[in-house]
């Protein structure tokens, strides 16, 4: 019988891991249906260990995406979970990449299973913050014990999207992809972006990328600038076209070309529309703005949110790494929903919508693991998962 070797989420990966071959990824705790959490699996979402483990799989046999993008073939599984992960839904959601056997997420099966992937990957990202925070920073003020109710919550808020994704009408497809751009609260009132609201969530994690990287004052005093600076190029007056400083993801290419669809005058108008609202709506420019400018502030001054300044090197590395990735989700989601509301095709706005799916409810799970304590007395290593080798 093969060897088995455990590399946790803590340890520091060794150049040619990819040579080895990942039999399984051992997950840690997280809020389930048999420890407590009976409702999350009324709500279509599935297990889907054998799906993680050949997403491992994959990515551990190929060259991939390290810190800022880097190629690598060092296995991780902090990088596994915090973009490598994510990036690989949100290319098989574009259908930029066919997906493994399991997650073809035109089906319900796959999208159940899809939501469990980030149901897992938003509250092990929430438990890494936290934990962070409380390494670095001393304290952290979000802390909120995690009960049943607020799993339930967190998923009844996808329930119009589920329903509308693969087995709803054209019209409740592009209705779902309009009322995303703004989310659940289309006017000024909203302060910080919700994981829903495709523009909202866009230009408030650009905001907090922004605040903390250089020139900000909020980083590491002693920490190396990473040669990608800058991270994330924007104009406030341009609406999503934020470039990088790290190779873009197949998905985001794939959204730059839904956004060039859009055509014509009838195209030209529905898109004017989408983007100034009716009524109180706030215009999606004005959103964009607002909160660009709103995670700036919030985040570029480390006695607000979080004092990022005591961070070690590597923990603001992939800090930096993952929200640069999580910038692009949002990008993406937001210009492809914007396209299929504007020209009205029904495949592209299911694959929007997919992706809405896919970041809400990675987003909503985070902000629970975030605040829940029930890591807190135990190690980064016992509180994240790990692979499990055979060599």
């Avoid at 899809?114 to 934990?131: E, N, P, Q, S, V």
């Avoid at 195209?267 to 660009?292: P, Y």
């Avoid at 929200?323 to 929007?352: C, F």
């Amino acid at each position: 019988m093969a060897a088995l070797v455990a590399t946790t989420l803590s340890a520091v990966p060794s150049a040619g891991a990819a040579n080895q071959q990942i039999k399984t990824v051992a997950l840690s705790y997280y809020p389930w249906s048999d420890n407590g959490f009976p409702s999350v699996t009324k709500f279509s979402v599935t297990k889907a260990q054998s799906v993680l483990d050949e997403l491992a799989r994959e990515y551990a046999q190929d060259v991939h995406r390290g810190l800022y993008g880097r190629a690598t073939t060092s296995l991780d599984p902090q990088a596994f979970f915090m973009w490598w992960l994510p990036n690989r839904l949100f290319d098989i959601a574009s259908g930029a990449v066919k997906p493994p056997k399991g997650l073809d997420m035109t089906t319900d099966a796959g999208m159940d299973r899809a939501m469990w992937l980030t149901h897992i990957d938003g509250y092990y990202f929430g438990t890494w913050l936290r934990k962070d925070f409380l390494q670095f920073q001393g304290h952290w003020a979000y802390n909120n014990v995690l009960d049943d109710a607020a799993v339930s919550g967190a998923y009844q808020q996808l329930e119009t999207g589920r329903a509308a994704v693969n087995q709803g009408s054209g019209a409740d497809v592009l209705a779902f992809n309009q009322s995303s751009l703004r989310g659940k609260d289309p006017t000024p009132s909203q302060s910080i972006g919700d994981a829903g609201d495709a523009t909202g969530i866009y230009a408030y994690d650009l905001g907090f990328l922004v605040g903390i990287s250089p020139p900000s004052v909020n980083t590491p005093p002693d920490a190396t600038t990473p040669p990608e600076t800058p991270l994330v190029t924007y104009s406030l007056n341009q609406l999503y076209e934020a470039s990088y400083g790290i190779t873009e993801p197949p998905y985001l290419a794939a959204a730059r070309r839904a956004e060039a669809t859009v055509k014509g005058a009838a195209d030209t108008a529905r898109m004017q529309a989408a983007v100034d609202g009716s009524g109180n709506d706030e215009s999606l420019l004005a959103r964009q703005q607002r909160l660009i400018t709103a995670g700036i502030a919030l985040w570029s001054n480390p006695a607000l949110a979080g004092d990022i300044t005591k961070w070690s090197q590597a923990e603001w590395d992939k800090l930096l790494t993952l929200t640069t990735y999580s910038v692009m989700q949002n990008q993406a989601m937001a210009m492809s929903s914007l396209a299929a509301t504007s020209t009205g095709n029904v495949p592209l706005g299911r694959q929007a919508a997919r992706e809405v799916l896919l970041f809400w409810n990675f987003g909503n799970i985070y902000k629970l693991g975030v605040g829940d304590p029930h890591n807190d007395s135990v190690s980064m290593q016992d509180a994240l998962p790990h692979f499990v080798m055979a060599n």
